[in-house]
């Protein structure tokens, strides 16, 4: 099943399914321009049972690095990307796991400063893998947070698909 497939039947009977829609037959469902959203991607590192987070500088929690799908990225290049530059830690692709692990629908909420209008994100998680840590291009706390200690439902979520 391709991903397209995936997050359609995910979005089925969800508040979520008339913009996934519109989303997934635009010509650019991966492209900030997609105005009623876009599908982005982000990483879930794990290393001696802790995973690698970020405190987002403006939603104020911890979540997984992750962003958008620059031209060209597969969705799981451009999660290995966003949480390059979130954290400066190089990663590859779980070889167990090349399929996103987790697929979630979540509203954006305008922001001015970027001029964006209030959209849905359609996040696909990845599992990966630390290869070496490198400095950060952004300057976004991180840090290693224990699987017990993780307040966020959609990463307890996939850590449970994982168990």
């Given at each position: 099943m391709n991903i397209f497939s995936e997050i359609a039947i995910r979005a089925r009977?969800?508040?979520?399914?008339?913009?996934?829609?519109?989303?997934?037959?635009s010509s650019s469902p991966f492209s900030r321009a997609t105005t009623q959203g876009?599908?982005?991607?982000?990483?879930?590192v794990i290393k001696d049972d802790k995973a690698l987070l970020i405190f987002h500088p403006y939603i104020k929690r911890w979540f997984q690095p992750g962003g958008h799908i620059d031209e060209g990225d597969s969705p799981i290049e451009a999660a290995i990307r966003e949480v390059y530059e979130e954290t400066g830690y190089v990663c590859e692709s779980d070889p167990d796991s090349q399929d996103p692990i987790d697929i979630d629908f979540h509203e954006?909420?305008?922001n001015p400063k970027k001029g964006e209008g209030a959209?849905?994100?359609?996040?696909?998680?990845?599992?990966l893998r630390v290869l070496r840590q490198e400095q950060p291009a952004e300057d976004?706390?991180?840090r290693?947070?224990?699987?017990?200690?993780?307040?966020?439902?959609?990463?307890?979520?996939?850590l449970a698909k994982l168990a």
């Open positions: 009977n969800t508040i979520h399914e008339a913009r996934c829609n519109i989303i997934l037959t876009h599908i982005t991607a982000s990483g879930l954006i909420p305008e959209h849905l994100h359609i996040d696909l998680l990845y599992r976004i706390e991180c290693w947070v224990a699987f017990r200690d993780i307040e966020s439902i959609r990463i307890q979520r996939a």
